[in-house]
């Protein structure tokens, strides 16, 4: 990554997280229907928006803090970026809402993610894959259960 291209970056992030954080303000909390406010449409999009805020500062503080310390490593990460855009599309495109349960497709997408992104991670004295690949299935079932909890029994959300 160029030199200052992490404090645009920051910047797209804090502009599109307030832009996220502002519509789901605007949107209708349903308020006529009396429905419990933890499932109101724009409560999810607003989390995320300030999410994005906050993420996109603290990724702003380190552009500031590390100008001067810019290394060659950083060009290694376009790749990552693609890789992940392309498994995003296909868990978002591909998977989600073709037949399967939530929890299942959500835990196949995030082995595989976790999976891709070990091995463009590995180095000689990585540990054996059979480890590496029930290490990575525990955390994609534990993480892709809690994401059904809370959705489910949090926000109210029927899955698919």
Known sequence: MKRG??????????AFGAAVLAGSWR?????SLHINPWSA?????GVLGALMILFGAALGFRA????A??????????PRVILAIV????YAAGLLGHGLPFWLTSAAFILVAILCFRWLDR???TPDMARLAASSAAIALGAAFAIGL???QVFLVRLP
Do not use: N, T, V
């Open 5 to 14: 291209a992490e404090a645009y970056f920051a910047a797209g992030w804090i």
């Open 69 to 78: 310390e810019q290394d060659d490593a950083d060009a290694s990460s376009a």
């Open 123 to 125: 180095d000689a004295a």
């Open 27 to 31: 949107m209708d909390r349903l308020e």
């Open 64 to 67: 500031l803090r590390q100008r």
């Open 41 to 45: 449409p724009g409560l999810m999009p």
């Open 87 to 90: 498994l995003c599309f296909g």
């Open 150 to 152: 809370l959705f489910e």
